[in-house]
């Protein structure tokens, strides 16, 4: 049985997601997290812009659009990066094999009304999976890099204007899980 794969195109907004074969840990220390976001600004800034993401311990979350002007077939660049980010962990932990699910999954996004839906499942999944209740403090979240008046890369200008500035970008995401769409679940 063959599986149709949704091609990223150029102009489109897309959730991409995936996780580590049967569950397992992609990311077993600080300096994994930091090498998969290195690896998202080598590559993937290439082809998309990054308006959210969130980084769990066997799995991740994007959101992005596009460019208009990309050189390659956009898919390129996430595998460039999916593959890069497996060879250095395979070395580091001395393993071998895919550590992703394949392909990986990507959803589009059409309305700024699902952007607001999926920004908020991203932001929210370490409240969703137990990790901690407050939001604001996990590390490997672009909640914080919104939030922030630091550099970015993540488009935060935008996203904030979606949500109609900080404040309620704060209110959005205090909201209870039930206010989240459930079809924008990774299970």
Known sequence: MSTTITPLLPGHW????????????????EANYQYFLDLLAKYVFLTAKVYAYCLMKNHFHLLVSIHDD??????????DM??????????HLGRTGSLFERPFRRKVISSEKQRVQVTLYIHNNPRH?????????YQYSSYRAVMSSAPTKVEREEVLSWFGGRDSFV??????RDDISDDLTLE
Do not use: C, V
């Open 14 to 29: 897309y959730h991409i997601y995936n996780r580590g074969i049967n569950g397992e840990t992609i990311y077993h220390t």
């Open 70 to 79: 990309t050189k390659r077939k956009p898919h390129l660049y996430f595998s």
């Open 82 to 91: 999916f593959n890069s980010y497996t060879q250095g962990l395979n070395k």
């Open 129 to 137: 999976h137990g990790i901690m209740n407050d939001i604001a403090k």
């Open 171 to 176: 209110a959005y995401h205090g909201a209870s």
